[in-house]
Nanobody, 126 residues
Framework: QVQLAESGGGLVQAGGSLALSCAAS????????MAWFRQAPGREREFVAA????????RYADSVKGGFTVYRDNAKNTVYLRINSLKPGATAVYYC???????????????????WGQGTQVTVSS
C-alpha cells in the first residue's frame, strides 16, 4: 500500500513559479509510475503530467506543455511538479497519483492510478 502526501501549494501571483512535491511511503517507489492531476472548482479532475519509474519517460497534457515540468528523485521517494509562468487558470487542487507500472508509455487516465494523495491547493491571483 502506497501513501502519498503532496506539499508546496499556496497563493501565488500570476507570472510566478511554484514547485509541488509528493512524498511516497509504504511501497517500492521506484516500481511506480507517478502522475499529477488537478481539479479546478466546478470541473472534473484532469491529467497534468506523468513520469515513468526511471524518470526518463514523461507525458504532459497539451494545456500545460512548456510551462510544467515533472521529475522525480527515487532516492528520496519523491516526485515533483515545477510550474512556471503561472496563470489564473492554473488555480486548482493538485493531486499526486501512483500506479505499479514498469512500461514506457505513461497513462493520462485517472482509472489507471491506484493510489492518490489528499491534494494541495494552488491559487493564482491576477
Amino acid at each position: 500500500q502506497v501513501q502519498l502526501a503532496e506539499s508546496g501549494g499556496g497563493l501565488v501571483q500570476a507570472g510566478g513559479s511554484l514547485a509541488l512535491s509528493c512524498a511516497a511511503s509504504g511501497g517500492s517507489f521506484s516500481g511506480h509510475a507517478m502522475a499529477w492531476f488537478r481539479q479546478a472548482p466546478g470541473r472534473e479532475r484532469e491529467f497534468v503530467a506523468a513520469i515513468g519509474w526511471s524518470g526518463s519517460m514523461t507525458r504532459y497534457a497539451d494545456s500545460v506543455k512548456g510551462g510544467f515540468t515533472v521529475y522525480r528523485d527515487n532516492a528520496k521517494n519523491t516526485v515533483y511538479l515545477r510550474i512556471n509562468s503561472l496563470k489564473p487558470g492554473a488555480t486548482a487542487v493538485y493531486y499526486c497519483a501512483a500506479r505499479w507500472f514498469l512500461g514506457g508509455v505513461q497513462s493520462s487516465r485517472l482509472v489507471d492510478y491506484a493510489y492518490w494523495g489528499q491534494g494541495t491547493q494552488v491559487t493564482v491571483s491576477s
